[in-house]
């Protein structure tokens, strides 16, 4: 068990080294580069003042050498100026170069500066993961009890009524991405010309013009059911399915085992058998399966914060990503990539906590 | 001044407009009822209604895609004055008897036509990105389940990490207007378009190499045409001129089939581990049969069933990556009519007028839950085996 789990830390350290090197390299690419050079410096720059902008501010030489730098594992880069001072990687404003640590990077803490909101990106990090935080602590709230009972109802008759009904609410589901559903949700509860708001609005049931707002701006101060109940639905949405279709076959699995019909001709009854037997062994499966959904997750909340206006983590990678916010960008990603792989590795060492059946040297 | 239409002369509208879809698919329902027990999987969709419904769903918006010309009732890019944001069934200012029958946008163009036309958009690229990215999968994921030890290993540790990265941080890398002055998308494009050829090549090789004569003629043909439909989509430099590829969708094309690719790559790996321990291939073994013979033709035939209920969910997931694509605006010019650009600008009026941006959404939906309801049926009737 202990080497199990050393390895797959190891393979895990391995992947998030190569991620995040591919990224760096994607965000560095020498037109964005260009186009960083442009946006801080002059717009009207030729490309000799280009090429020694990015040369002063340490963006020039091999990729390699600028990704150590970056994640802190090499010395930052440090030039003597024409006018005798010392520039820096680690020396910031108002700091000789003898005080300036020799390492700045990621794992230094020193996530760079935001060139769009104009703060460090460790602040900006903070906040949108704070505001994201209570995004995913709803969705998963709303999401993983109401998928569990949907695929444990269904699958515990299975081709039953009640099966068929669920099963292709789970299809339909899964077949509506967030930005299907998000829509259709705004159109029928949020809008102000169609849907439920202008008839509601017509009987004098709501005093506002729609139902629900149409953005979750305000839950950025004050989480309340009415702006957070479209966006989390959003995500929610898409998920439920998804987990529900799982734990369905998981547990039409268990309730064709030979220790089912057993306690069933011993005379349990049948409410008996599936909270008691059935249960605890049909959800080993769907655990992994809500782990493994983080990822997707995380483009849901992207989806749904961009369209809500909710100004969290995936709000914020969209608006570094359009504004070629490299240090942002690049935080996002290590972020994004820390999820993953930590609810991968958390998926697999779960799974083999919670089935006793596999046993590792 | 005309009035405007009721929901129920809009609704008829539009079963008039999509007439010749409706006698397309009635002959194939009646063609397909009639032969069904001679036509081996396929046939047998239309014993689960399950399947029937998806299959319908699906084979509609084929047929949208097909006879789309005949379907629109304005050009899908002209903006006529007056109709901006224009309700449904509202009568076009200036045209006698001509209506927008879903509404106008927010530059006022028919909703209706941009949908029928965007349906082009979607079905040109999400079905031939799937095969290429079953193409790539496959030929990565036999050698990778059969050989295992090293080669695995390594593959496996690339796929995941393509599977570890959040799919929209990758789209927001991988489709930049920037990007197409490197070298990565052809570069991404040389590397996965060889795949096809690859494995069309040993496939007829490895199944007709004791008679040179057919096997150079197949291998020949293969190469001559993969080649030649190579150079000109991945490098552009089709000395005919036939096969080439906007930039802008190739970026998107590639893209797309580099997130779906592991993921047939790890389907293939798991199946070809378990069906690779069966008698057959022992006795293939043991006959002398080449190992890419035993890939190819004896494993891969015995694994289709689940390829193929992967293969339509799969051109459901394309069809929503490319959704997502168009609704964060990347890799799409501003008038493509395809539905995940058009909910995005439409969403931004969702408030004031929202049919803009549900059509397309409604659009969306239902093709992904024909492609789904389709698998679900395909998937009964192949366990029935």
């Known amino acids: ?361 | 001044m005309q009035d405007a239409l009721t929901w129920g002369q809009i609704i008829a509208g539009l079963a008039a407009r999509l007439f010749p879809v409706w006698i397309a698919l009635a002959v194939l329902f009646a063609a397909s009822f009639g032969f069904k027990r001679k036509l081996g999987l396929y046939g047998r969709i239309f014993d689960s209604p399950v399947g029937m419904i998806g299959f319908g769903l699906v084979m509609f918006w084929v047929f949208i895609a097909f006879f789309a010309d005949m379907i629109i009732t304005h050009d899908p890019l002209v903006q006529v004055s007056g109709m901006k944001n224009a309700l449904p069934g509202s009568p076009v200012k200036g045209m006698e008897g001509a209506y927008y029958l879903l509404g106008g946008d927010h530059l006022a163009r028919d909703v209706f036509s941009r949908v029928i036309m965007g349906a082009r958009e979607v079905l040109k690229i999400a079905p031939a990105a799937t095969v290429v990215a079953f193409m790539v999968g496959i030929t990565l994921g036999l050698p990778a389940g059969y050989i295992g030890g090293k080669l695995d290993t390594s593959i496996s540790f690339g796929s995941n990490l393509v599977l570890a990265f959040p799919v929209i941080l990758l789209f927001y890398l991988l489709v930049t207007p920037e990007i197409r002055d490197t070298w990565i998308p052809t570069t991404l494009a040389a590397i996965l378009f060889i795949f096809p050829v690859v494995f069309l090549a040993i496939l007829f090789n490895s199944r007709f190499f004791t008679n040179p004569k057919q096997r150079n003629l197949y291998v020949g043909a293969v190469l001559v045409i993969g080649l030649w439909a190579y150079s000109g989509l991945a490098f552009n430099a089709d000395p005919l001129g036939v096969w080439s590829m906007d930039p802008n969708v190739l970026n998107v094309f590639v893209s797309v089939v580099f997130v779906n690719s592991p993921g047939v790559f790890r389907i293939v790996r798991g199946m070809v581990m378990d069906i690779k321990t069966r008698d057959y291939v022992a006795a293939g073994q043991t006959r002398g049969e080449g190992p890419w013979y035993i890939m190819l033709w004896e494993i891969l035939p015995n694994a289709r069933g689940p390829l193929i209920v992967d293969f339509c969910l799969r051109i459901g997931y394309t069809t929503i990556l490319l959704g997502t694509l168009g609704f964060f605006g990347l890799g799409v010019t501003p008038e493509s009519p395809d539905w995940g650009s058009t909910i995005n600008y439409g969403r931004r009026l969702l408030a004031i007028a929202p049919h803009p941006a549900v059509v397309p959404a409604i659009a969306l939906m239902s093709l992904v839950l024909g492609l789904n309801l389709l698998a679900d049926g395909l998937r009964e009737e192949s366990m029935k085996d």
């Open chain 1, 1 to 361: 068990m202990f080497f199990f789990v050393l390895r797959r830390i190891g393979v895990m350290l391995l992947t998030a080294f190569a991620l995040t090197f591919i990224v760096f390299y994607m965000t560095n690419l020498p037109p964005n580069l260009e186009k960083l050079a442009k946006s801080e410096a002059s717009v009207r720059m030729s490309d000799e003042a280009v090429a020694s902008w990015l040369d002063e501010n340490g963006h020039s030489g091999s990729v390699f050498l600028r990704y150590a730098q970056w994640v802190g594992i090499a010395p930052g880069w440090v030039r003597l100026e024409d006018d005798g001072t010392t520039k820096g990687r680690c020396i910031e404003a108002g700091m000789t170069p003898e005080e300036a640590p020799r390492y700045c990077g990621i794992l230094q803490g020193q996530w760079g500066f935001s060139t769009v909101f104009k703060q460090p990106v460790s602040e900006v990090l903070g906040r949108s993961l704070g505001a994201t935080g209570w995004l995913m602590f709803w969705v998963m709230a709303v999401m993983v009890p109401t998928s569990l009972l949907l695929g444990v109802l269904s699958g515990m008759r299975e081709g039953s009524r009640t099966d068929r009904v669920l099963s292709t609410f789970a299809i339909a589901t899964t077949a509506t991405p967030e930005y299907v559903s998000g829509v259709i949700l705004i159109a029928v509860l949020a809008s102000a010309t169609a849907g439920v708001s202008p008839i509601l609005h017509g009987w004098g049931w709501i005093s506002g013009k729609t139902l629900f707002p149409g953005t979750a701006t305000s839950a950025m101060e004050n989480i309340t059911f009415m702006n957070f109940a479209l966006p989390v639905a959003t995500i929610a949405l898409y998920g439920i399915g998804y987990i529900a279709r799982m734990t369905r076959a998981s547990m039409t699995e268990v309730m064709t085992q030979q220790y089912i019909r057993t306690a069933r001709l011993k005379g349990v009854s049948f409410r008996q058998v599936v909270m008691k037997h059935a249960l605890r062994n049909a959800l080993i499966a769907p655990f992994t399966v809500i782990m493994l959904q983080f990822p997707w997750l995380l483009n849901g909340v992207v989806i749904s914060e961009t369209l809500f206006n909710y100004k969290g983590f995936g709000w914020t990678l969209v608006q570094a990503a359009g504004n070629n916010d490299i240090d942002t960008l690049l935080g996002c990603s290590v972020v994004a990539v820390f999820v993953v792989l930590v609810t991968q590795l958390i998926s697999d060492i779960g799974y083999v906590f919670l089935n006793p059946r596999i046993r590792l040297a």
